[in-house]
């Protein structure tokens, strides 16, 4: 069974940084693209970030590029979400996910997600 577990959010001030870590079993982890999402409350949930299995092609929304920095380490089953220069636009359930498709926008692609990651960022 896959299992994925978010972790590292919390409550930061805008222009602090937090780095999320989602832990992957169930599956060969080096095999599958990963990526991120976020859901607002109110809102539907949002592609954010991807990346393939060998770490060489990453994706982002045009609201995180330059801010925001996806990576993976097959060693230890863990894909990463670094992210900078946090926004109050920011404050959302991040949630990741997994991708047999490759690393794509699509969320419909992703086939397993994990329980998500509260991040709140105050103004």
């Known amino acids: 069974q896959v299992q994925l577990v978010e972790s590292g959010g919390g409550l930061v001030q805008a222009g602090g940084s937090l780095r999320l870590s989602c832990a992957a079993s169930g599956r060969t982890f080096s095999s599958y693209a990963m990526g991120w999402c976020r859901q607002a409350p109110g809102k539907e949930r949002k592609f954010v970030a991807a990346?393939?299995?060998?770490?060489?092609?990453?994706y982002y929304a045009d609201s995180v590029k330059g801010r925001f920095t996806i990576s993976r380490d097959n060693a230890k089953n863990t894909v990463y979400l670094q992210m900078n220069s946090l926004k109050p636009e920011d404050t959302a359930v991040y949630f990741c996910g997994t991708s047999p498709r490759g690393a794509t926008v699509v969320l419909s692609a992703y086939d397993y997600w994990g329980q998500g990651t509260q991040v709140t960022v105050s103004s």
């Open positions: 990346i393939n299995w060998s770490g060489s092609i990453t």
